[in-house]
């Protein structure tokens, strides 16, 4: 591996770039070439192309009788692809006439097979399209007005000496949306499309903080094109809402106004539950839009009903608030009893997005946010029921600065008051640093507090640019719970890379140097690696994660200053006291997909007896003062128990533009404690799924 490396960093500053007439193209990359280019000049080999492809549409081209009849003028667009084979595919036309297209698909047909473009000496596919006049133009009359033809993905090739001239790649979009402030829905699987895009070497993108705004991702991932690739040839209104488009999408020259139902209805079947089968039902609007360049805003809301398999339904009870509702749904919020055996559980999310300049972003609504290149993050994830947050995003050079601050809810009995539940603040910090081509370090600093005294929310937090430890002391060291975190990232090539977090909760030298492993020293760390196009496939990522995190982690003696909200952590769901390792595939050919997942771990849970009722340091809403010892603590202590979850997808993409998926699963969980109490018992679950669903954010049934 040491020489891999070595041999990386001294081939990649090697290689030098040159620009073609026709796109921004460098010499470790090369175009597809007809036999009758195989002569020319390299730098000459894209202009033969785009010519060579022009010609024979203009001398194979047939026009339809009915164009001819209607002595139509107008354009013919065609988009296609070459692809690792060097064959041509048509991916998608428009024109008015069905019978153009057809014509085109047939022309396209008939073109000799090539020789494939080339990246790093690799057979790769490429896009391009093609805009034929109607009536035909010779291709030196067409290029006169407008390129004849042209890549539509120019992108990955643009980024690689970012890092150098920090400077942006200019790109034509026709939607705003693409080019908005507008926060893309954060969801795993989503953003595995373009997590390569965001990682080349020499990128200077920041991939830490999240959700990304469509500004942070355009400039590396060519949303057009992927629209354009995805679409279905139909000629209907319905046809085009159902497979291709928003249902209301309207645009004028300083606006622009998105609005989609949403849908998440779901059958299945618990192999372990007594009823007969799970669903969800969830149906609800999503409203989008742009006001000039710099202002976007969002809202959705969501009524849903569900029941869920025996394992997170009894979870989701456990996590009960004040009051006469029965559960929390994880990740959701409260629920309301429905039909006896299932759950009402209606949410909201909003938020407003402005970028007064190109530096500069502000947030503030009400939903979740992620800090992490993981699957899971031990800083601050998306585990939680979504809540009022105000941000800001700073951008220039190698740096992005995120601040951001949360209005949390503690909804325990033990802390209501007057019939309200508790509210806490937190204030978070996360510097992105991009050291190297290869290298970006982030530091973090997190810190919680609570109303007390008319305390209220502490102006002494507001400030972004602070050391919130200090903050803590000048406060009251028993005023808030401080953290401290770093996440590192690699990237070996262009299809690898490693990172990794740090989180720190409390730590003693001594204690680690005596060897007694103390309670004291709370902290955890993540390690992960990421393969894309893995093995030579296309789109085939792969990814590979460990989690560990100490006993007592997140949580503090006064019990509300603990790291979470509405009963669920504001890091890893699992709170704190476990390993874990996590393996994950997923894989998308043109509309299909697949995601695999296997997760396993150990972890310490609490006994809850009337004989035992210490906190072994898994549960972060628990006092860390009602240990049972304080040395010799391990993760594991208390209730061992191990775990296993797996679970299999596969999706099909009804709508690109609204993610909306039709799908089915089969996940197993086996949950094995070595003690089995009234709170902690052993399972072992299938669970199939079906359904039709709006892929807007994660869910986690990985309990």
């Given amino acids: 591996m040491k020489s891999l490396i070595v041999l990386l960093l001294i081939t990649f500053p090697m290689l030098q770039y040159a620009q073609t007439s026709q796109l921004e193209q460098n010499f470790n990359q090369k175009p597809p070439v007809f036999k009758t280019c195989e002569a020319s000049a390299f730098e000459d080999l894209q202009s033969c192309f785009d010519k060579t492809v022009y010609n024979f549409v203009y001398n194979t081209f047939k026009m339809p009788e009915d ?54 000496g690799n057979p790769v596919f490429k896009q391009y399209s093609v805009t034929i006049s109607i009536p035909l133009k010779a291709y030196q009359e067409q290029s006169k007005s407008t390129a004849a033809v042209s890549s539509i993905s120019p992108i990955e090739n643009s980024v690689k000496n970012e890092l150098d001239s920090i400077s942006k790649s ?78 209301v999408e309207v645009e004028g020259k300083n606006y622009w106004f998105i609005a989609d139902p949403i849908f998440d209805l779901e059958l299945g079947k618990d192999t372990e ?77 909003a938020y407003m997005s402005y970028s007064p300049s190109k530096f500069l972003n502000v947030q503030f609504g ?39 601050w949360l209005w949390l809810k503690d909804v325990r009995d033990d802390v209501v008051e007057d019939k309200t539940y508790l509210t806490k603040y937190m204030s978070n910090h996360y510097l992105s640093l991009n050291v190297t081509k290869r290298l970006n370090i982030g530091l973090f600093e997190s810190v919680v507090w609570r ?70 020293n709370k902290y955890g760390f993540q390690l992960g690696y990421k393969y894309y196009n893995a093995f030579n496939v296309d789109n085939l990522m792969l990814q590979a994660e460990y989690n560990q995190v100490r006993p007592y982690t997140y949580s503090h003696n006064t019990i509300t200053l603990n790291y979470g909200n509405y009963n669920q952590s504001m890091a890893h769901l699992w709170g704190s006291n476990f390993k874990e390792l996590i393996l994950i595939g997923r894989y998308n050919y043109k ?67 609204t993610n909306l998926k039709l799908f089915t699963s089969i996940s197993y969980r086996n949950f094995s404690p070595e003690v089995e109490t009234t709170s902690v018992t052993k399972s072992n679950t299938v669970w199939f799924n079906v359904g039709l669903r709006s892929d807007l954010f994660n869910w986690y049934f990985d309990l």
């Fill in 451 to 520: 109303n007390t005294n008319d305390r209220g929310f502490d102006v002494n937090y507001l400030n972004p640019i602070i050391f919130l430890r200090a903050v803590e002391f000048e406060t009251g060291q028993g005023a808030g719970n401080a953290l401290l975190g770093l996440t590192l990232k690699y990237k070996l090539n262009d299809d690898m890379n490693l990172y990794g977090q740090f989180i720190l909760d409390e730590f003693s030298l001594d204690d680690v140097t005596g060897g007694d492993k103390s309670w004291k």
């Fill in 366 to 404: 009400h939903g979740k946010n992620f800090i992490g290149d993981g699957y899971r993050s031990l800083l601050l994830s998306d585990v939680a029921a979504p809540s009022p947050f105000l941000k800001l995003n700073v951008s220039f050079w190698k740096l992005k600065y995120t601040s951001t």
């Fill in 591 to 657: 509309r299909w997909s697949a995601d695999a997942k296997l997760i396993l771990g150990i972890r310490g849970l609490d006994y809850d007896t009337d004989e035992d009722s210490y906190s072994y340091g898994g549960n972060i809403y628990k006092d860390y003062n009602d240990r049972p010892f304080d040395s010799n603590v391990k993760i594991g202590q208390g209730i061992k128990t191990k775990s296993v979850n797996a679970d299999l997808q596969v999706g099909y993409l009804v709508n690109p533009s």
């Fill in 67 to 120: 164009v001819l009849n209607d002595k139509y003028k107008g354009d013919l667009v065609v988009l296609f692809e070459v692809d690792k084979a060097g064959v041509f595919k048509v991916l998608y036309t428009d024109t008015v006439y069905q019978s153009l297209q057809t014509e085109a698909k047939r022309v396209f047909a008939l073109l000799p097979q090539v020789q494939a473009a080339l990246y790093n």
């Fill in 273 to 349: 539950a007594d009823f007969n089968y799970t669903y969800n039902n969830t149906r609800g609007v999503s409203f989008q839009g742009g006001l000039g360049k710099n202002f976007s805003f969002s809202t959705s809301f969501y009524e849903s009903q569900g029941r869920f398999a025996q394992y997170y339904n009894t979870y989701a009870e456990s996590l009960k608030a004040w009051g006469p509702d029965p559960a929390i749904i994880p990740g959701r919020g409260i629920a309301k009893a429905y039909n006896d055996d299932a759950y009402d559980y209606p949410v909201a999310e």
């Fill in 170 to 247: 200019v790109k034509l979009h026709t939607k705003k949306q693409f080019k908005s402030t507008l926060n893309i829905p954060f969801n795993h699987s989503y953003y595995a499309k373009f997590d390569r895009s965001m990682n080349q070497v020499g990128a200077n993108s920041h991939t830490g903080s999240k959700p990304f705004m469509y500004t942070d991702v355009e400039k590396y991932y060519d949303f057009e094109a992927e629209e354009l690739s995805n679409k279905k040839d139909v000629s209907t209104w319905l046809g085009r809402k159902v497979w291709n488009e928003h249902l």
